[in-house]
């Protein structure tokens, strides 16, 4: 009894905003366009599917996705590797104090550290005028709305969830291990490379999943910072939503995004399942 | 082991990368200079100028509303969602149970916001609810992505702890209300308080999901912060990014004060 009255709320909210608008946004993605409103006719006819089909410009976007969303996973794990081990060989308190100051640029705002990269990038901005302070340039350089920028701003907002994995990984390691590689001779980069990196491979596949299923959906660093050729699939997605208005094929990106990142999805959960 | 060279010189680097944008971006909120980023003097005229900025302080405003409703929300769902999975041992349906409360960590965002979009507008169709988008809509899906996250935190507490105290309880002649009210209720207060917390933040953060869902008479901050950025940068950024950081800051400083283990060694 006790158990139904705490079952029956959270099924019927669970059923009602998560598998009720998977069912609906399928539907939409077979159903046809109208121009009515709402703009479509449930109906079996795909129409949104053979879109993505005959046109290039969508299998476009979702490769240039998975690109742009792997390249942020690897830089963000470049990083994130020798952090996590700096972080988890320091001393208990300044350990703390680093994780601190890891984790407080996200509860400062995402929307704010894109607006700090857009304000440092800009023509007019921090480091073109430093550049041309120093006399070192005439024309500002162009550096927002390049690729280069949206890959910083993509890795400045994923960085702390592809570290937090790798130093729970880091902390459990026997440090013994590495020091034995150490005695018997082996540089740094050969005892990461034969001790460090193969104990704590699933931690980094975890690290490079947790950057990479977020990413490969991203809109607004895309659309705020990065060049207007980049159409990745989530912006691709909302212009076809908010402005063409052609809700089954918007519907039919999503469907064919989510069946793209199922597989993961479903390898970080077997990972996180793991002890 | 040591710490090398190398580690020390790259943990230096992620950490100005990290931290170098936020801090310039709370710096140059005191300069006078039009231009952002530009520095023309000590100046406090662009807090003036964000706090005249009524559109701002209004979204800034529902943003805090819709976020304590929506962490609210999320922590009564998400607790008991959490307490399902672990205390009640296989029911029927258990596996899709938590597929459904996980599936919005692993969503993408434009994926849940449309999704969710697509149900308002279907479930107003059929039955004339919600009329129309804006706050109660956005405050809806952010409890259901809030309840995801708040899920695992109670799942985590509750699976490192023994159920054994709330039996002894009972055993001892407590009724299971009052077991839960003396027993269970502190020991997942921190994950929920955590998970509040959590929720609140992610909601405040949020502009792709509520941008999908809501409604003209909806603006959140990020919605408004957003088309801001869009058109182009003001100090005003600089001045809401200074009041941002500074005001977390001054959070986590008194939290870490106020929670500072007394010489019991507490966890790491």
Not at chain 1, 62 to 87: E, K, Q, W
Not at chain 1, 184 to 194: D, I
Not at chain 2, 81 to 86: H, P, T, Y
Request: net charge neutral.
């Amino acid at each position: 009894m006790r158990r139904a009255l705490l079952l029956a709320p959270a099924w019927a909210w669970l059923l009602l905003f998560v598998a009720a608008p998977a069912g609906i946004v399928l539907a939409i993605a077979l159903a046809e366009a109208d121009p009515g409103l709402p703009p479509f006719r449930l109906a079996l006819s795909g129409a949104g599917f053979a879109t993505l089909l005959e046109d290039s410009y969508y299998l476009d976007a979702l490769l240039r996705a998975l690109r742009v969303a792997a390249m942020t996973a690897l830089l963000s794990l470049s990083l994130a590797y020798p952090m996590a081990m700096g972080i988890a060989r320091a001393a208990p308190r300044r350990r703390m104090l680093l994780l601190a100051a890891l984790m407080l640029p996200f509860w400062t705002g995402f929307l704010l550290r894109v607006g700090a990269w857009i304000g440092l990038l800009r023509d007019e901005g921090w480091i073109n005028g430093l550049l041309r302070g120093a006399g070192l340039i005439e024309a500002p350089l162009p550096l927002l709305y390049t690729e280069g920028a949206m890959l910083a701003g993509m890795v400045h907002a994923y960085l702390p969830f592809a570290v937090l994995p790798l130093f729970a990984a880091l902390l459990r390691l026997d440090p013994t291990l590495a020091e034995a590689a150490a005695d018997l001779g082996a540089r740094p980069p050969t005892v990461f490379l034969t001790v460090t990196l193969p104990a704590t491979a699933p931690a980094a596949v975890a690290a490079f999943l947790l950057v990479f299923i977020p990413a490969a959906g991203e809109y607004v660093i895309p659309e705020l910072m990065g060049p207007p050729e980049a159409q990745l699939v989530g912006r691709v997605l909302w212009q076809e939503f908010f402005q063409n208005r052609d809700w089954p094929v918007a519907a039919a990106l999503a469907v064919v995004l989510l069946v793209l990142l199922l597989a993961p999805i479903r390898l970080f959960q077997r990972l996180e399942a793991q002890p | 082991m040591r710490t090398g060279r190398f580690v020390r010189f790259a943990l230096l680097a992620g950490f100005a990368f990290l931290w170098l944008p936020i801090l310039l971006l709370v710096a140059y909120a005191f300069s006078a200079d039009r231009i952002p980023f530009q520095w023309g003097g000590f100046s406090l005229r662009w807090f003036a100028a964000l706090a005249a900025n009524e559109r701002l302080v209004e979204a800034a405003l529902l943003s805090l509303r819709v976020a304590a409703g929506a962490a609210t929300l999320a922590v009564l769902l998400g607790g008991a969602a959490g307490w399902v999975l672990v205390r009640f041992g296989p029911f029927r349906g258990r596996a899709a149970f938590g597929a459904l409360i996980g599936a919005p960590l692993v969503l993408p965002e434009v994926v849940t916001g449309l999704s969710l979009l697509l149900l308002f507008v279907a479930l107003e169709g059929l039955t004339g609810w919600p009329a129309g988008r804006g706050a109660t809509t956005v405050l809806l899906a952010h409890a259901t992505l809030g309840a995801a996250f708040v899920a695992v935190v109670v799942q985590a507490r509750l699976a490192g702890s023994d159920r054994s105290l709330e039996e002894a309880a009972m055993d001892l002649g407590a009724t299971p209300l009052v077991a839960f009210r003396t027993v269970t209720l502190p020991l997942v207060a921190p994950a929920l308080a955590a998970g509040w917390l959590l929720a609140f933040t992610l909601s405040l953060d949020d502009v792709v999901i509520a941008s999908f869902v809501s409604g003209p008479a909806g603006t959140t901050l990020p919605m408004a912060l957003f088309s801001m950025l869009r058109l182009g940068l003001t100090p005003e950024v600089n001045a809401l990014g200074a009041v941002v950081v500074l005001g977390v800051a001054a959070i986590f400083g008194l939290a870490t004060l106020l929670l500072r283990p007394r010489g019991d060694g507490g966890p790491g």
